[in-house]
């Protein structure tokens, strides 16, 4: 299995592959095959891999039950994978900052000269 690959892909090639062999009359049986599909699966998949040796019978657990349960930890997977990544690209984005701006009252000068529209725009644009 190649790293990253959806296991759909792996399981399509596996299948061509096994019916080519058929093809040239080489018959598997179900055991078999299952274990050579537990094999040719990556290091990311050794927790699973090792739980279905041990749990599971290679030799009567059948090759669909392995599939089905190859894609469902799959999917959790992905799903668990992404759940990480943004939370991790949560801790990493930096903190909002927030800009207050303080009102000095020059004695000379007063706000009598705004009219309310320029009131209106300035405080537009402090909000801003």
Do not use: C, H
């Not at 040239?24 to 279905?52: A, C, H, P, Q, Y």
């Not at 599971?56 to 190859?70: F, R």
């Not at 004695?107 to 529209?117: H, K, R, V």
């Amino acid at each position: 299995m190649k790293q990253e690959e959806p296991i759909v892909d792996m399981i399509i090639r596996f299948t061509d592959i096994i019916n080519g062999l058929k093809g040239f009359d080489r018959k598997f049986t179900n055991g078999e095959l299952v274990s050579k599909m537990l094999r040719s699966l990556s290091e990311d998949w050794n927790s699973l891999r090792m739980l279905i040796e041990n749990t599971k019978d290679v030799n009567t657990y059948l090759l669909e039950e392995l599939y089905g349960t190859l894609m469902a930890y799959e999917l959790n997977n992905v799903e668990t994978k992404e759940k990480t990544r943004r939370s991790k690209e949560e801790m990493k984005e930096p903190p909002k900052r927030q800009i207050a701006l303080k009102l000095i009252n020059d004695e000379g000068s007063s706000n009598t000269n705004m009219s309310d529209e320029e009131l209106e725009d300035l405080v537009l644009l402090v909000k801003k």
